[in-house]
């Protein structure tokens, strides 16, 4: 008897539904029909699904139904199509008390779950909750920093490099290297570790950037230089949607993106497609002081000019599956491919101690350099009616390739003009490979409101093949002939597995919140020079010697002080591993008077951070301030000496020195003003560096005080311009033998936005052409200042087109078409 009375139920409320469902007949346009509200139906008392239940959502004020649907047997119910809106849900059940609850369907809250709704005499109606409003640019907690990339709108058009070089407290090398409080972090990619570079990630395709400067055991023991999380953007709404953008710049900059996201039912699927690309000259040079005795022994300096021509693809095809309301499967297919040719010319000069001509010369240097990196991703995550409580689990596959070829012309001639000995051809053929398995779970469980437990496994993979081949070119016959010094082939297999658990709770009576954590990791390296019979190996843990080396462990400790007062302090212990650019033994970049080499013997670093922060909210901004200082145990620095006794060419490499000590204060202020159509954003950071490290019989020392500066001011103009500017200054900062150069720079920007469908972005990047990278080196033997730019001073415009219809079914047989008759017709719900 119960199911026909379900059954009359789901009739009369289809036909009402139906009924107030009809297109509006005035010719107003309606608020698309999107939202999407699901749960299930259980028993207050034996936890049962309550099969069949009537689930109606009524309006605010009156009895007119809006949808309904019957529960399914397990108790799921999922109600669709329903426009933006407050409502009422009611659920209703022979033998059970009606319950009765409010909703709201909004742009920033499309699809709700519900949750498990008991139904039970004295059942409390849920409390509505709605969130509203623009997002905002900065978002500051004591343990993270989440920065909205759209709102910079000079990184609109350009790569993840111009994301994050005007983030707070990060800078940016001359290589695109990142740094974060003077060490360099880990880059994530939707929280997972990535082996993609910030250059080869469009800005277009990420939504936020979050800044994790000291991580707890959740996280790979490895991100000892905090974390960088590339969130990309996601599709959540149904229908379709998309946008493209087109851009050009001066000089010789070019960019384009398109992308796809339709839903449909259960279904998601995403598609993407970026390319840059651009020819970029820049200038550099190196002067250096000989030095013998504590005297002038005599002069080098050398002049650059390179132009560089990239070009970079990525695309990515996903498909989501909802097998119900709170599981969901993702697979995922990321490719990204691209290269560069350089043409570099230099021109050098030796003097002597009096600044005369002793020899001169010129080399020129032709490089092609391809790069492909493929990614594919299962996960799985399921979520449950606890607030909370969440299981997440994948397996990804990652392949890349990369091909490197460069070839050197040198000219050396005596003071008089004669050549010193014939042209030199060098030739340099580069290859190699790499494959990363790797599996992740990850399990949180909420035990009461203020506690939970965090579960989790972690295993990766990696082999990588790298083949250098150099080769010297004879004049006269023409044959190559091998460098068995210079030439090499690199393998690396390295193996991490790892666990953690970590729980949350409260000391109540005190009002302070803990973290506490603990990472088991096993580390497996091993690095091999094929056909020279070296070597080298490291085990974590090996047997007991070296167990405590395999324990990471994670302290946090909150305090809330009224609702604008925060204050946290933390320790970890984590462990830096050399990345491959630091133990791969070839030449990777060189002039006449500069190599740069890997060092295979170089061994982890382990590291000791401690933190206190303190976040103040203000009504219109807030400041959060850090007190933060790391001890770093075998740091890994870089260390420059003689190629040989017989050459001034000098050797960079890395090694690991003795203990490292790094300490600071850093500051970021937000405030907005003027009904916050003016928002500013300062970061000031200073912090002290000692460190040290014995080579040989020789022990290098060095340390000092350092800080830099980042500002960001933004207005919106009348009639929807926004300009922003962007600065900032960096002071010279400790390294082993020397120091760095200062740097600073300034970006304009100006966005224009046509009803939310078309925007225009006008950036000038390094107005005043002062983005510079270098170095001053110090030694017993020489002295030498390095000065090189990564690109120079650009102007780039790009248009963005978005487009989309908001509606629970792209595939949809209208009924409702228009038809020009007295009464108006209906009208789509476009978005």
């Not at 709201?104 to 409003?133: F, H, R």
């Not at 989309?804 to 108006?824: H, I, P, V």
Request: hydrophobic share 35%; no cysteine.
């Amino acid at each position: 008897m119960q199911k026909i009375y379900s059954a009359l139920f789901l009739i009369i409320v289809s036909s009402l539904s139906t009924f107030a469902q009809r297109p509006n007949m005035g010719g107003m346009r309606t608020m698309p029909a999107i939202g999407r509200l699901y749960g299930k139906v259980v028993d207050s008392k034996s936890k049962q699904p309550v099969d069949f239940a009537a689930v109606t959502l009524l309006a605010m004020q009156k009895d007119s139904i809006i949808s309904g649907i019957l529960a399914k047997a397990n108790g799921d119910f999922n109600l669709d199509k329903l426009p933006m809106g407050r409502y009422r849900l009611r659920i209703t059940f022979i033998g059970y008390q009606t319950i009765t609850q409010q909703v709201s369907i909004s742009p920033n809250n499309i699809e709700q779950d519900l949750g498990n709704i008991t139904l039970q005499v004295d059942a409390k109606s849920l409390k509505e909750i709605v969130v509203e409003g623009e997002r905002a640019a900065v978002i500051m907690t004591v343990d993270r920093r989440i920065y909205t990339v759209d709102k910079d709108i000079s990184a609109r058009g350009g790569t993840g490099i111009d994301a994050v070089k005007n983030i707070p407290g990060l800078s940016v090398d001359v290589d695109g290297g990142v740094t974060l409080r003077n060490s360099s972090p880990t880059i994530f990619v939707d929280g997972r570790p990535t082996n993609l570079t910030l250059e080869q990630i469009p800005s277009d395709q990420i939504d936020r950037i979050e800044v994790i400067t000291n991580p707890s055991a959740k996280y790979d023991a490895s991100t000892s230089g905090g974390i960088l999380n590339i969130v990309l953007k996601k599709n959540t709404k149904p229908g379709y949607n998309g946008l493209i953008t087109l851009g050009a710049g001066f000089p010789n900059r070019y960019n384009g993106m398109v992308n796809l996201n339709i839903k449909e039912g259960r279904s998601n699927f995403s598609i993407s497609y970026n390319a840059n690309l651009s020819k970029n000259p820049t200038r550099g040079y190196t002067n250096r002081r000989l030095i013998s005795n504590g005297e002038t022994n005599g002069f080098y300096n050398q002049e650059n000019e390179v132009t560089m021509e990239n070009l970079m693809q990525s695309g990515r095809i996903a498909y989501d599956y909802s097998i119900t309301n709170r599981t969901t499967l993702t697979l995922s297919q990321g490719m990204m491919r691209g290269g560069y040719e350089s043409d570099e010319s230099q021109s050098f000069i030796d003097l002597d101690a009096s600044n005369k001509t002793l020899t001169y010369g010129t080399r020129s240097t032709i490089g092609n350099t391809l790069w492909g990196n493929y990614n594919t991703q299962l996960q799985l995550r399921k979520t449950y009616p606890r607030k909370g409580r969440e299981l997440s689990t994948d397996i990804t596959y990652s392949r890349g390739e990369r091909k490197a070829n460069s070839d050197f012309v040198t000219n050396n001639y005596y003071s008089n003009g004669q050549p010193i000995k014939a042209q030199e051809f060098q030739l340099n053929r580069g290859s190699g490979n790499s494959n990363i398995f790797t599996y992740q779970l990850d399990f949180t469980n909420p035990i009461t409101d203020t506690a939970k437990w965090e579960f989790g496994i972690r295993s990766n993979y990696k082999e990588d093949l790298s083949i250098l081949n150099v080769g010297y070119r004879n004049n006269a016959s023409g044959e190559v002939l091998m460098d068995s010094t210079l030439s090499n082939n690199f393998k690396i297999s390295d193996m991490v597995n790892a666990a953690y658990a970590t729980y949350s709770s409260m000391f109540k009576q005190m009002g302070i919140g803990y973290m506490v954590g603990l990472r088991f990791e096993q580390t497996r390296f091993i690095g091999e020079l094929l056909g020279k019979n070296q070597s080298v190996a490291y085990l974590y843990p090996d047997g007991m010697s070296n167990l405590a080396k395999a324990f990471f462990p994670s302290i946090y400790l909150t305090k809330r002080i009224g609702e604008k007062h925060e204050i946290q302090t933390n320790f970890t212990r984590k462990i830096s591993r050399p990345g491959f650019m630091q133990v791969m033994p070839f030449i990777m970049f060189a002039d006449k008077m500069n190599y740069r080499t890997g060092n295979p013997l170089l061994r982890p670093e382990f590291i000791n951070s401690a933190e206190v922060n303190y976040n103040r909210i203000f009504t219109n901004g807030n400041l959060f301030t850090s007190v933060y200082i790391k001890q770093t145990e075998g740091a890994i620095t870089q260390f420059a000496q003689k190629y040989n006794d017989t050459s001034d060419v000098l050797l960079n490499t890395f090694i690991n020195g003795n203990t490292m000590y790094n300490m600071g204060w850093e500051n970021n202020f937000k405030i907005s003003f003027l009904k916050k159509k003016l928002d500013v954003t300062i970061n000031l950071n200073g912090f002290y560096t000692d460190i040290s490290a014995n080579v040989g019989n020789t022990t290098i020392q060095n340390s000092g005080f350092s800080w830099n500066t980042k500002g960001m001011v933004s207005y919106k103009l009348p009639k929807q311009y926004t300009v922003q500017v962007n600065g900032n200054y960096e002071a010279p900062r400790i390294i082993p033998q020397g120091k760095t150069l200062d740097q600073y720079s300034l970006d304009i920007s100006l966005n224009k936005e046509i009803m939310k469908k078309l925007s225009f972005n006008l950036v000038v990047n390094d107005v005043f052409n002062t983005r510079r990278f270098g170095t001053f080196y110090e030694s017993n033997v020489m002295e030498q200042n390095i000065s090189r730019r990564r690109e120079t001073r650009f102007v780039r415009l790009s248009v963005t087109w978005r487009f989309g219809e908001m509606e629970a079914s792209l595939f949809r047989k209208r009924s409702n078409q228009r038809r020009g008759d007295s009464n108006g017709g209906g009208m789509d719900m476009e978005y």
